[in-house]
């Protein structure tokens, strides 16, 4: 099975500073999509931020950003001047052949005051 | 906004049982999916639609059916309870490719 890989299981980052969140992924695909989600305690999911794999540019939402390297297969999220609110799971996804959306093990992070 | 309704928040049944698991969505989109959610491994696609009576198998298949007879319900089926499918269920929609899902507010299934 196409895999994605969030090798952070948790982190931790001071408040107003900035972080990133892992993501790499496998696949033989020549086109796809590449999205985060946040997951926050209360269990909703809230999408964050979408990569399609030709698009020229990084994609940024706000204080969002996607460092994507498709050569390397990875599209970290970057989270400029963190807030405690952004205390969260996040998950990295990718959309396959055919419209199907897998998703990453998630990566925990706490914002500390 | 988008509303995706699942059917119940909490369930909790007996190994052996058929369980229904109910996604609603009050918009006309084609794409639906069921996933389950378990820590440290993330959402794990069960079973995808992209149209009615369509479907296609995700990751993790085995124990679970589905049936979308019209478009805007897609059910998730579970012939046989067991107690390894104690998780938390998802449902998610799209408007089709490269567009962002919508999820449901999950139902936590128990099964004892």
């Known amino acids: 099975a196409q895999k994605i890989t969030q090798t952070q299981p948790g982190m931790f980052v001071q408040e107003k500073e900035a972080v990133t969140l892992d993501c790499t992924y496998d696949?033989?695909?020549?086109?796809?999509?590449l999205f985060w989600y946040k997951q926050p305690s209360s269990g909703e999911m809230i999408f964050l931020i979408y990569?399609?794999?030709?698009?020229?540019q990084n994609a940024t939402e706000g204080r969002y950003s996607l460092n994507f390297q498709k050569a390397r297969k990875s599209a970290n999220l970057v989270i400029s001047a963190s807030q405690l609110g952004d205390s969260a799971m996040y998950f990295c996804a990718r959309e396959t052949s055919y419209d199907k959306v897998i998703f990453g093990p998630g990566t925990s992070l706490s914002v500390i005051p | 906004d988008v509303k995706v309704t699942q059917s119940s928040r909490y369930l909790v049944k007996r190994t052996g049982e058929k369980v229904f698991l109910e996604c609603v969505q009050d918009m006309d989109h084609e794409n639906m999916f069921w996933y389950r959610q378990d820590p440290g491994l993330g959402l794990r696609l069960i079973y995808f639609s992209y149209d009615v009576k369509m479907k296609e198998k995700g990751d993790i298949p085995e124990g679970y059916s589905v049936s979308r007879e019209k478009k805007e319900r897609f059910s998730l089926i579970l012939e046989s309870a067991s107690t390894n499918q104690t998780s938390m269920y998802l449902c998610a929609l799209s408007a089709g490719p490269n567009e962002k899902l919508f999820f449901g507010s999950g139902t936590q299934l128990s099964v004892l």
């Open positions: 696949t033989s695909d020549p086109s796809y999509g």
């Open positions: 990569q399609g794999s030709y698009d020229q």
